[in-house]
């Protein structure tokens, strides 16, 4: 598929997905949810891309949302389709297997701040404003954003800001877990490299593994969380990117990782 509203560049193993609709704020509309889906998929099976950064054009908005004029023309079973075919394109991200990170460079609103609590994990330039302003509209976030917020921050904050719909500082969204990183806006694009950079440094299927048991845990008791936690660690020690971890570890050498 020839991608035209998103581009999508890999350089040193990292994929750089931009959003690219600066004159709407990057806005999502069902175009660009269609070209995420292929990108994320081509992604998926790329061995060139090891991680994905995720961000959008311009200085103003990472994605101010969805595309209101194309949502005031929903039908209730035309919403519904809507907002399962967002959270499917969101869940290939979340379950690609490769670590991403939501570069928020300005607004993250809506579908946007539901694209970001998608990935991995997220930065923030400190004039970032965040936030689901879907009530103010008379809908609710639709693309998981009810469920993944409550599931980073805790309830108390989702209920918070999907009930008031306000939009919130970078600062504050740092405070309450949602944002990981905060940077200076001439050090967000840097500093968000380097913090991929550093999760690459380490052996891909641990990652992977992690990444997957984390995720999984998350939706049950600690007692079955730990269950599959000791099944990954198991996958984990018949690697030989474990037997070069405990040897380079050992040897006082950096290890070298061959993702197997």
Partial sequence: MELKLIQCEIVDG?????????DKMNALNAAVLGELACCFDALKSDASARGVIVT???????????????????????????????????????TMGKPSIAMINGF????????????????ASKTAKIGL????????????GTQ?????????????????GDMV????????????RLFEPAELKEGTTKLMKTILSR???????????????TNMSQQEGEIIETDMFGLAAATADMKEGMAAFLQKRKAEFKNQ
């Fill in 203 to 217: 052996a891909p299927i641990a990652l992977r593994l992690a990444m997957e048991t984390i995720r999984r845990g």
């Fill in 108 to 123: 993250a609103l809506g579908g946007g701040c539901e694209l970001a609590l998608a990935c991995t994990l997220r930065t």
């Fill in 56 to 94: 959008g054009a311009g200085e103003k908005a990472f994605v101010a949302g969805a595309d209101i004029a194309e949502l005031a023309q929903m039908n209730p079973l035309g919403a519904k389709d809507l907002a399962f075919y967002g959270q499917q394109v969101f869940a290939r991200l979340e």
């Fill in 148 to 164: 993944r917020l409550a599931r980073i921050a805790g309830p108390g904050v989702a209920r918070e800001w999907v009930l008031t």
């Fill in 14 to 22: 990292i994929a750089t997905v931009t959003i690219n609709r600066p």
């Fill in 169 to 180: 500082t970078a600062d504050e969204a740092w405070r309450v877990g949602v944002v990981n």
């Fill in 133 to 144: 302003p879907e009530v103010s509209l008379g809908i609710i976030p639709g693309y998981g």
